[in-house]
């Protein structure tokens, strides 16, 4: 009877219970925060940001710009990197490796200041937006060289030696059994570094690149409104961090990877 309340009504009856215990999660955090603020005599006024909604638009925007550029590089770096680590020319192996160690082992932020003061100065890179974007490239397509070097390795040998018993050429092997196999096992892992690259663009504010951060610095330096400004500037990353996760789950169920692994 209830069941069928819910199908008159159009509401498939597991969905409406997954949202209303998401609404449940979000109401108790949402009254978790608020009940934090009280505690502490904390009042807050987002109205005093409105009049900054140009510059903080324009800092979203380099933001998205900077990741999705940071995204695409790092992809390629990440690419030569992986398929260099398996290459068999000892010289490009050792180099691949080597970049992937430095890259993991070292903070970005110490990355920043060496490749920018130090590397970009000694050959003449001035413009702090394309230096952000190697520089964050770089260090992105390390983790990328591993997420792919681990879903090559992942796949059975048997699959390459079907694809030989059936006569495929190497193009044809990568097209249609490496690259469908590989692409839908790091799927998640791409989408979680590329939620990565966003967060991680944040610290490229240290170079004064004005991304979203860098903005929300000036703003709370005019209006002493650092815990509203703050506050909004996390809700943005996370409507673009939830984005790419709702993008990725999309992607999962396109090249079934859910029977892939």
Known sequence: MKED???????????????SHIAIVVLVLVGFVWLSVHLIGLELD??????YRNRLWQGFLMTILISVGSLVVSLFIGLIAALGQEYKVLFLQYFCKTYVQIIRGTPLLVQ???FYYIIGTAWGINNRYIAGIVILS????AYIAEII????QSIDRQKYEIAISLGLTSYQTFRFVTFPLVLSRIIPALAGQFSSIIKDSSLLSVIAVIELTQTTQEISADNFRMFENYIFVGFLYFLLTFAVTTLSKKWEKRFHYERRI
């Open 5 to 19: 309340r819910f199908l008159t009504k159009g509401i498939n009856p597991s969905k409406f219970h997954k949202i």
């Open 46 to 51: 987002f109205g005093t940001l409105f009049q």
């Open 112 to 114: 920043i200041y060496f």
């Open 138 to 141: 770089l260090f992105e397509g």
């Open 149 to 152: 070097r681990g879903g090559i």
